[in-house]
């Protein structure tokens, strides 16, 4: 993501804009890897996310590119390792996807464009496929240009991802790429509808909590939640959601949260709770 003008970096000088807005860290060489992972963990992070290949918004960076090699690979995810954390990695294509696993990932992210063999090494190594189910240009930033161009890549390889997740049963979560932009945020029950299209709507539901929850904590003592995850049992952290109606039954409930939500709970605090509200209108019978 760094504009033109800060290339090359200068060693030992600043690290420029990408830096500066907190996206990410630059690191060239296993030894600087090493640090610059360790200086995540340091401040707080629970776990790392390597960008081991291109990416769609970054302009200059195709999606076959492999960033990192074998040996910066298995620097940061052994630190990750030493720290009881687990470090996932960014890759689209057969090669950086199966150099991650090699190096020990515990978790892909994206892999929109990975093949059969790919998959089949995934599964065989229990390694995690953190994905997004991408098939309109509504459910991304707007692009233009060369990312434009790897977006519609990225998009036309979503059905045979997942296909091929369900092939070899790989551990799959409902990822998000979608951090930056409000309007998009809000579409996040929308692109949860969409799983429909490979899973039952109980393995929808599944999916975005119990399996994301056993994903996320795999960050061991890292773990930044206070209780267990994706379960409902005493001691859990307490995020629940009341739905008006049954997804079991209709997953386009998901699609409309200020509808659907009657209860939302999160850190065992109600942020809303449209049946208190309702009860409170209710006229007392005479």
């Known amino acids: 993501m760094r504009p033109l003008y800060e290339l090359p970096r200068a060693s030992g000088g600043p690290f420029g804009s990408i830096r500066e807005a907190e996206g990410a860290m630059i690191a060239d060489g296993a030894d600087e890897v090493m640090l610059r992972v360790r200086e995540q963990l340091v401040q707080g992070a629970s776990h790392v ?31 990750c390792r030493d720290w009881n954390t687990i470090a996932t990695v960014h890759a689209y294509m057969p090669r950086p996807v199966q150099r991650a696993i090699a190096a020990g990932a515990r978790c892909i992210e994206h892999a929109h464009l990975m093949d059969d063999a790919t ?35 990225v998009f036309a390889g979503t059905n045979t991802a997942y296909k091929l997740a369900l092939k070899h049963g790989i551990k799959t979560a409902f990822g998000s ?79 409309k949260p200020e509808k659907s939500f009657a209860v939302i709970m999160k850190d065992g605090k109600i942020h809303k709770n449209a049946l208190a509200m309702a009860a409170s209108h209710t006229p007392n019978a005479s």
Request: hydrophobic residues 45%.
């Open 49 to 79: 996310k390597i960008v081991g290949s291109g990416g769609v918004s970054s302009p200059r960076s195709p999606l076959d590119a492999t960033t990192f090699t074998d040996a910066e690979l298995r620097a940061a995810i052994d630190v």
């Open 119 to 153: 998959a089949a090494m995934m599964a065989e190594r229990g390694v995690w496929l953190s994905i997004q189910p991408f098939l309109t240009e509504e459910d991304q930033l707007p692009l233009t240009g060369e990312s434009r161009a790897k977006m519609l890549e």
């Open 177 to 255: 790429d979608l951090l930056f932009s409000s309007t998009l945020a809000t579409r996040q029950g929308i692109m949860l509808t969409h799983l429909a299209r490979w899973y039952t709507n109980a393995e929808v539901l599944k999916q975005a909590t119990s399996a994301n929850g056993e994903l996320l904590s795999l960050s061991g003592p890292r773990n930044p939640y206070p209780g267990k995850l994706g379960v409902i049992e005493e001691g859990a952290l307490a995020d629940l959601l009341v739905v008006d109606g049954n997804p079991l039954e209709n997953i386009e409930l998901m699609a």
